[in-house]
């Protein structure tokens, strides 16, 4: 099993910035590929983005490239979310997963979810 626990969201303005914390904890941190998924009201959860836990690859959601940065710290087991340029569309609760893989080419699933914690880019 592994607990996923994000910090870091809140309300910015429309190109502001914001930086998502995942704490993990429950099984070896850096055996895990992590990633990040949101689900804006009324929408299914979408992938945001994901690293990889053996090459530390990363992989990004068109709507983001260049806008978002995952990171991790396997000192610290946590995976971070940097989020520039923020849009209104952005807006969504974002969830932490672990042990994300990807399937059929362009399908990304999670076998861990965390609580989420709410993103919202006034304009």
């Known amino acids: 099993q592994v607990q996923l626990v994000e910090s870091g969201g809140g309300l910015v303005q429309a190109g502001g910035s914001l930086r998502l914390s995942c704490a993990a904890s429950g099984r070896t941190f850096n055996s895990l590929n992590m990633g990040w998924f949101r689900q804006a009201p009324g929408k299914e959860r979408e992938f945001v983005s994901a690293?990889?836990?053996?090459?530390?690859?990363?992989y990004y959601a068109d709507s983001v490239k260049g806008r978002f940065t995952i990171s991790r710290d396997n000192a610290k087991n946590t995976v971070y979310l940097q989020m520039n340029s923020l849009k209104p569309e952005d807006t969504a609760v974002y969830y932490c997963?672990?042990?994300?893989?990807?399937?059929?080419?362009?399908?990304?699933?999670?076998?861990?979810w965390g609580q989420g914690t709410q993103v919202t880019v006034s304009s």
């Open positions: 690293i990889s836990w053996l090459t530390d690859s990363t």
């Open positions: 997963a672990a042990s994300v893989s990807r399937k059929d080419g362009s399908n990304w699933y999670a076998d861990y």
